[in-house]
């Protein structure tokens, strides 16, 4: 097995504020990867650089396609990125507002990906949606409501559902349960890892909860003011922590 | 089987006035398959912190733990998860898994984990749940709702569910009654006569007499 993701020396400023500097690793298929780090430490940043939603200063990200083909993503014109975007990659957004499109039906909000690849035919589309709601615990009876209608954790759901039903390779996760009610974010975590354990996808994500990174990363970054100050295996930066830094995190968390 | 050699290891606290706090030095031992290791000495001698050790979960300043052609501490963060999952099995002293996730899929998941088929997975994680004595009423729900009794058996339920070579047994029988505790060797024993390799720390001195073909006194590796 190799590599579905290189990053290296991935760097960003705002003017003379560092956004994230010299941030290097790589992910393998079906491998979870959290980033931690308060809020201003660059972990959005970095992961909005990975994702092509912000224009990197340096550095090169280096994604594996389909076809063996290995591909600094940061070179690609646009249209080679919008393409990954609707095919190869997922973006999660913290506030599922943010990756749903709320005028339109669940059942849409799912198809609609799955036309963005070409799917033509309604029956499979509503089909594959049925399923997908299903997937995520979502009443299938619900197909034709809108988002706006759902509780937060339920939009949640249905925003991993449109991300997930055109099998992408690797998924951005920016602070997935961070609206969540408790109940419902062990729920998501239970749902996120079986999909990641069934489909073998790459995961990327983002949160300040160490429980989450606990419970779902293999292995864990620890960023602060735009730099990473500690990697490793997750329980064993949890659970053996040296830097300072996430020394301090570690034990100001309430029990993770 | 596995190869402890010259093992360091101390905690620097820098939230806490820069402590320094030595745990382990030159802890130097073997264990060969079919042999059952206890770990002894006194409560904070750094028997759980060694045990944490060879599983990859805490830190090694220097020295190596060998275990089948690799050495743990200096493993990448895969190498050490690829141990983990088909090598070295682990029973700690506490059952941390996701809310909401059943019993049953609890413990047979190690076994798929080892890259064993679903179906085979559940029929040895029901044979053992009922060799523990987890009442088939509960598999469906969740282990966190359990007694401390019964965490601690659907805990070493998930660490004999796959044939590990290595075994680490952090207290597995501290809080259970005498049945299950008579149980829980069986199992170890059969473990050794498969030809495991099981390091143990057990406070009973029961237990340990029972299993264990040696002592190791970790407070002899103190790090002071």
């Known amino acids: 097995m190799t590599d579905i993701l290189r990053v290296n020396g991935l760097s960003k400023s705002y003017g003379n504020q560092i956004g994230c500097a010299d941030v290097c690793f790589d992910v393998y298929p079906g491998e979870v990867l959290g980033i931690v780090g308060e809020s201003g430490s660059g972990k959005t940043t970095l992961l909005r650089c990975l994702a092509g939603h912000l224009e990197a200063d340096g550095g090169s990200v280096e994604f594996v396609l389909r076809d063996g083909v290995r591909r600094d993503t940061l070179t690609m014109d646009e249209a080679e990125r919008r393409q990954l975007g609707r095919t190869d990659w997922a973006f999660v957004h913290q506030n599922p507002r943010d ?68 099998a992408p390779r690797l998924v951005f996760m920016d602070e997935p349960t ?79 | 089987m596995l190869s402890v050699s010259n093992l360091e ?16 030095s030159g802890a130097q031992f073997d264990v060969a398959a079919g042999e059952c290791v206890a770990l002894t000495g006194p409560s904070g001698c750094g028997k759980s912190s060694l045990m944490r050790m060879i599983y990859g979960n805490y830190r090694a300043d220097s020295g190596s733990i060998r275990i089948s052609g690799t050495d743990v501490v200096t493993a990448t963060p895969r190498e050490v998860m690829a141990l983990r999952r088909g090598t070295i099995g682990y029973v700690s002293q506490f059952l941390r898994v996701l809310p909401r996730v059943p019993t049953l899929r609890v413990v047979a998941e190690p076994y798929i984990l080892a890259g064993g088929n679903e179906a085979e997975a559940e029929e040895i994680a029901r044979e053992l749940l009922l060799r523990l004595r987890i009442p088939e009423t509960l598999w469906q729900l969740s282990p966190l709702t359990f007694s401390g009794g019964e965490q601690q058996r659907v805990n070493i339920v998930r660490g004999f569910v796959h044939p590990y070579p290595v075994l680490l047994l952090d207290e597995p029988t501290a809080s259970l009654d005498s049945a299950n505790r008579d149980s829980v060797l069986d199992l170890i024993v059969e473990a050794k006569q498969r030809g495991a390799a099981v390091i143990g720390i057990f406070h009973d001195a029961l237990v340990r007499d029972a299993v264990a073909d040696r002592e190791i006194d970790v407070s002899l590796f103190g790090g002071n």
């Open chain 2, 9 to 24: 290891k101390s905690f620097h606290l820098h939230q806490q006035n820069n402590a320094h706090i030595p745990v382990l």
């Open chain 1, 99 to 166: 990756g749903l499109r709320m005028a339109i039906s669940a059942g849409g909000n799912i198809g609609e990906r799955l036309m963005a690849i070409g799917d033509r035919h309604y029956g499979n589309i509503r089909a594959t949606a049925t399923s997908w709601l299903e997937r995520v615990e979502i009443d299938p009876a619900r197909i034709d409501d809108r988002p706006s209608t759902f509780s937060g954790g339920m939009q949640q759901r249905l925003q991993i559902a449109r991300n997930l039903v055109t």
């Open chain 1, 178 to 256: 961070g609206g969540l009610d408790v109940s419902v974010q062990a729920r998501l975590l239970d749902l996120l890892r079986g999909l990641v354990a069934e489909l073998g996808i790459a995961v990327i994500i983002v949160t300040h909860d160490l429980a989450v990174v606990r419970m779902l990363a293999d292995r864990m970054m620890v960023m602060r003011r735009g730099k990473v100050v500690e990697s490793g295996l997750a329980d064993q930066v949890l659970d053996d922590p040296s830097h300072e830094y996430t020394q301090l995190l570690v034990s100001s968390a309430l029990q993770v």
